[in-house]
């Protein structure tokens, strides 16, 4: 009797394992899933760069192979995409971008790709004129390379539209503030007004008069701190118009490169994330990079900083890991900080640190052994080196770990530092859209710098040949957030619009499977996410975007004038149709 109760219930038990299975199976055999075949999918897989079609199915990658391996995984409810051999590309991911306060920017007065002074100053009085009496004119984009250094933007060509409202303009690349008399007046800036720590207030010549133009962060705050405080509503907005631009242009994930935690102006922007992310409305990967205040102290700071990490830490889609770091400015107005003096100063001037190595290396060593990633913005060749000197003593007192430390921007190397990217493991985190021979270089770099020092500028291929990792962002809105943009002029050091005749520097090209890496896997491999996304692979989340042409069948310089017709977030459809993926 025992025997046959034992034999009934494991018969029994069998007979529910085997009607499991076959629900399971019927199930999966009747789950909804999308199949692209007839593509040219490149999967950024080394061990599978190239397959025709992909199957999705619950958010997640199912297959990838042959259109004949493919038709198996085809049911009723399945979606059966023909791509007539249209390009898939895991979702593009950009490591070095501000999306908040770029949206409000472009929602502002957006001077962005504005040519000449009187193009400007018509864009301006405009924008004043939609304003009311005593309202604030806000907005930048104005690129530095319009004005010349005996004819700088001044509050005199602002006054000379607009007499009756302050105006406070951004520059492009986010070191420089054009404001009028008022603006100055408003923020009591005047001759008795000494520069503050690590920043510099422009004077006309032999006088200690305020031109109207100020420079970095410290103080273009000094204006900035009167500006009316933007409202939820505004900073929101600005993250939807970044949102749906990206996915226009196949981004899906990024790194917020300067997140400000008070409220006041537009890099305060972890509300609109968790807005919008809350509402399944963002769609997008998002890490924080948190801006670290080199004037206040470092305790306080870092447990504001794990608490705010902490508190995302059950978010869907927005994380606060990272910390950027601010150690110097940019070469065109003499901020970014040098090993030797600028070549054409006679002060032998070489730039200032924005923060001393034995003050650097404490926070860093300290961030770093809470388990932060370092952002780094450095653009000097001194900037530069302690930065790496400041990881590695960290790496040294808190022993390697998996960090991921990167360093942005990264213009004028000294060529002993290039190899430290591999000996350090840090990414060199690169906006190749800036290592073009413009303006920029020939007017604002080449004469500051000097031949010698100009040898490596952004050398994007000393550094992939050396071992280092590298991964790219654009900075926008200093410059387009268009992927494709990146891509081409990492292949060429051209300028993508055919605006320069000349590469920059000597054998600095990459390949095109190595910049398209750049803006895929290594990006998701900055933000800790290159195991679920940044690659076409089966059981990675379904973040693809579809192209009209296949990159590698193309002649380089036609690069940028490829088109997204459609992004995949998550297994859902953000940007185009796929009616009209068909067609």
Known sequence: ????????????????????????????????????KNASVYTVNKNQPWASSV?????????????????????????????????????????????????VTFLQCNLTDIRGIDNLLSKIKNCAEEKGPNEWVLGGGWAVDNFSAMNLPDKTMLDEIVRDKPVSLKSSDGHSLWANSIAL?????NESTIDPKNGAIERYPNSREPSGLLHEDSAMMLVMDNHPELTNKELIDGLKYSRDEFHRLGITGVQDALLKLDPGDPYFGLDAYNYLDNRNELNLHVVTAMFWNNG???????????????????????????IKIWQDGVIETYTAAMKEPYSDREDLFSGELQNQPSKLNAAIEALDAEGFQIHFHAIGDYAIEVSFDSLQNAREKNGKRDSRHHISHIEVFQEKDISRFNELDVVANFQPLWAIEDEYITEHTWPKIGQERSKFL????????????????????????????????????????????????????IGLADAIEAYTLNGAYVNFLDKKVGSIEVGKQADLIVLDKNLFEIPPKEINESRVLATIFNGDIVFGSYEDLQN
């Open 1 to 36: 009797k025992r025997l046959h109760t034992r034999m009934t219930k494991k018969h029994n038990i069998t007979l529910l394992l085997i009607f499991s299975v076959v629900a399971a199976c019927s199930k999966t055999d009747i789950e909804p899933n999308i199949i692209f």
């Open 55 to 103: 199957v999705v199915q619950n958010e997640k990658i199912i297959f990838v192979g042959s259109d004949d391996d493919a038709s198996a995984f085809a049911n009723k409810n399945s979606q059966i995409i023909d791509l007539n051999k249209k390009m898939i590309l895991p979702g593009f991911h950009d490591i070095h971008v501000h999306p908040v306060h770029g949206g």
């Open 185 to 189: 007046e408003i923020s009591n800036i």
């Open 296 to 322: 206040e102290p470092l305790k306080p700071q870092l447990e504001r900083f794990k608490r705010v990490r902490e508190k995302q830490t059950n978010s869907k889609n927005v994380k606060a890991t990272s």
């Open 458 to 509: 952004y050398p994007i291929g000393s550094v992939k040949r050396a071992g280092g990792k590298i991964a790219f962002g654009s900075d926008w809105y200093v410059t387009s957030v268009n992927p494709l943009d990146g891509i081409e002029t990492a292949v060429t050091r051209l300028e993508p619009n055919g605006l320069t005749k000349n590469p920059l520097g000597v054998n600095e090209e």
